[in-house]
């Protein structure tokens, strides 16, 4: 699900918003900036991928895996999160 406006979607209705997220058991947010207004849509046990401080310069090539925000990594925090 792509969310580029949380205020819009924050406006639907709470049906429209229940059937899009949906009811997993983890919620996954991948954001290439920071967490931010994410919580409220994954939840207390959701995953976030995602910058956790002040961003730097270079290629999205060499910032990605530097900040974590790769397939893998997400795979490997929804696995730690449902099998600990």
Not at 5 to 30: H, M, P, W
Not at 64 to 69: A, D, L, T, V
Request: net charge negative; charged share 20%.
């Amino acid at each position: 699900v792509s969310v580029p406006c949380f205020e819009l979607f924050d406006q639907q209705s709470d049906d429209y918003r229940k059937k899009t997220i949906g009811n997993a058991k983890v919620k996954v947010a991948i954001e290439a900036g920071i967490r931010q207004g994410w919580d409220h849509l994954i939840g207390t046990d959701g995953v976030f991928i995602g910058m956790h401080g002040f961003g730097a310069s270079g290629s999205i090539e060499q910032l990605y895996p530097h900040f974590g925000i790769t397939a893998e990594a997400a795979a490997k925090a929804v696995e730690t999160r449902l099998h600990g």
